[in-house]
């Protein structure tokens, strides 16, 4: 065999190629099998060794605590009022409470009995017909605990009540409410425009233009500017309507506190139904060994669909802040998730950092400011302000799908994420952009329809062309298949850099073919406007310009949300 063999050269050289193949082969199928874990553990490690945390020491320092605070003032509150109304008799007069749960000046509670069976429709008499706000709750009943909402501020209001007996039969009574002056923090709302028949205002006109404040009071405006709702406890970005219809708002532990570290869910009574408090204790950049408090969660919460909620977050660390999120268990507060962005971007976007300063010395790499669940498809969009990047991501195993960002500084490795203009189209892509959304989807979930606010600020990459010259409220149509974006509509380049804002502002969908805009940081942060426009005429059907207001609390977001979202 082995004279064969050397008679025949070309057969041995096969024999060795084939052997190689196949070892090659299996090692290449041992290590394509292996891959993505090494490279989960290597990019966690890298991400430890450059000044990140582990999972577990970021679970240890971010776990909150659930909090009594205000829930038992709120049941005492609830029990007062229903041992007061039982104490009543059926056609006497009503006892009428205004800011019943101390906290919301511009409510009331009307205590009554009926001698028949009925339901209740409330009218807060405004200044016009589209200001006027109508509410009815359903269910007839004899014993009567009418909420109010929606109220003006410092003078007398009038709140007709009808009652309908399961006949038809209606009697209607009207009652007073007295209120005080608005404080001066809210600052001053000049109506510009108001066209209430174009507005997209709700049943019984009760959906108002909320002002979230950065940090500060949160108030909603009515078709004429007017506001008709504030809360006395100071809120921090975070003002979210849950599908329950309560509300999630990002607050202080204590009035005197100066970080925002009470996650709480409320209602627009001021009534409290569970809060979550974080210390926010972590270590400094100048000396890790030292500690000082900071705020935890930052710019976003949103509810997940089994009730969860998922944060945006400070995760401890003593060199990066703000790019980071955790999912905490609704009932206990435990947190159940954590995705460290660092660990799916590449490494040169948080290691060469240098766009933005801040004077803690800490690495605001990325900024993350806003996130939407996509639940059907497994899909988590965040927004990224320093890096000028929207991302989609695989929830369950936090894998990157695709990058929206202007090809600057992206690494040959992580081309193939990016999303380029769709054939035919030159796409202005986003920059410093604020409140992603999912508006749409087409083709089984390939084809995302998003909106956002465009800053259009280039602050790591972006349209250098435009850069500050205007922001805008923008919709693109994203194809996840292909790779490819097109912008659908905008507004906000025509006013120019008389609305250009460096920092905050929203673009959200209200119903009517309508956006409301939020310009939030106007003139330097001395002015936030907020604009519904019609997105088929780009005509504007709702201006307010919001000024004189506190250092800092320029408002974050503007939004469009009922005072009855459930019909309480």
């Known amino acids: 065999m082995k004279h064969d063999l050397r008679r025949r050269p070309w057969l041995v050289g096969g024999l060795i190629i084939i052997v190689l193949a196949l070892v090659g082969g299996t090692l290449y199928w041992q290590q394509s099998q292996a891959k993505p874990v090494k490279d989960v ?40 009022y229903t041992k007061t109304l039982k104490s009543l008799s059926a056609g006497a007069a009503a006892k009428v409470i205004t800011n ?18 009925t339901q209740v429709t409330t009218e807060v008499v405004g ?80 959906k108002l233009t909320f002002a979230v404040s950065s940090q500060g009071l949160t108030y909603g405006l009515d078709a004429k500017g007017q506001v008709r709702w504030y809360a006395t406890n100071k809120i921090s970005h ?29 209602d627009y009574y001021g009534r409290i139904y569970k809060q979550y408090n974080f ?22 919460a949103i509810e997940m669909p089994n009730g969860d909620f998922l944060l945006t977050v400070d995760d401890g660390s003593s060199k990066y802040v703000e790019d980071t999120m955790i999912q905490i268990d609704r009932k206990t507060g435990k947190i159940k998730k954590v995705i460290d962005l660092k660990r799916v971007l590449f490494k040169s976007a948080y290691t060469k950092y240098d766009a933005t300063t801040r004077s803690d010395g800490k690495l605001d790499w990325f900024h993350q400011n806003s996130m939407v669940y996509d639940q059907k498809h497994n899909l988590l969009v965040v927004s990224g302000r320093n890096q000028s990047m929207v991302l989609g ?23 193939k994420y990016l999303v380029k203009s769709a054939k035919g189209t030159t796409f202005q892509y986003n920059g410093g952009q604020h409140a992603i959304n999912i508006v749409g989807e087409a083709d089984g979930g390939n084809v995302l329809h998003l909106e956002y606010y465009d800053n259009n600020v280039a ?29 659908t509509w905008s507004y906000g380049k025509s006013r120019g850099t008389a609305n250009f804002t460096n920092i905050v502002g929203s673009s959200y969908r209200v119903g009517q073919g309508n956006t409301l805009i939020g310009f939030g940081y106007a003139d330097n942060g001395k002015r936030s406007e907020f604009v519904e426009v019609n997105r088929k005429t780009n005509k504007v059907v709702f201006d307010v310009n919001r000024t004189n207001f506190s250092s800092g609390d320029w408002s974050y977001r503007a939004e469009r949300l009922s005072l009855y979202p459930s019909g309480n």
Do not use: C
Not at 463 to 485: I, W
């Open 41 to 80: 553990a290597q990019h966690a490690k890298q991400v430890e060794d450059l000044g990140g945390l582990s999972t577990a020491t970021i679970k240890k320092r971010l776990q909150p605590t659930l909090s009594t605070t205000g829930i038992t003032e709120t049941q005492t509150l609830t029990a007062k």
């Open 100 to 117: 019943p749960y101390k906290t919301s000046p511009l409510s009331a509670l009307i205590l009554v009995k009926t001698k028949q069976a």
């Open 127 to 206: 200044d016009t017909k589209a200001t006027t706000l109508t509410h009815t709750i359903k269910g007839y009943q004899t014993s009567h605990k009418i909420g109010v909402l929606g109220l003006y501020a410092n003078r007398t209001n009038h709140v007709k009540v009808t009652y309908t007996t399961k006949a038809g039969k209606k009697t209607t009574k009207t009652y007073t409410v007295k209120t005080g002056k608005l404080p001066s923090d809210i600052g001053t709302n000049t109506l510009k425009t108001s066209t209430p028949s174009k507005m997209s205002l709700g049943t019984g006109n009760t």
């Open 238 to 266: 975070v003002f979210k309507q849950l599908k329950n219809g309560q509300l999630l708002v990002l607050t202080k532990k204590a009035t005197s506190d100066s970080k925002y570290n009470a996650l709480r869910i409320t």
């Open 279 to 300: 210390s926010g204790v972590f270590p400094t950049k100048t000396d890790p060994k030292k500690t000082a408090v900071n705020t935890v969660i930052h710019h976003d």
């Open 393 to 415: 991501l695989n929830y369950k195993t936090g894998k990157l799908k695709w990058i929206l960002g202007a090809n600057e500084q992206i690494p040959a490795s992580y081309q």
């Open 459 to 487: 602050v790591t990459r972006g349209d250098q062309a435009t850069n500050k010259k205007y922001s805008m409220g923008t919709e693109v149509r994203l194809n996840q298949k292909q790779k490819t974006v097109k912008t």
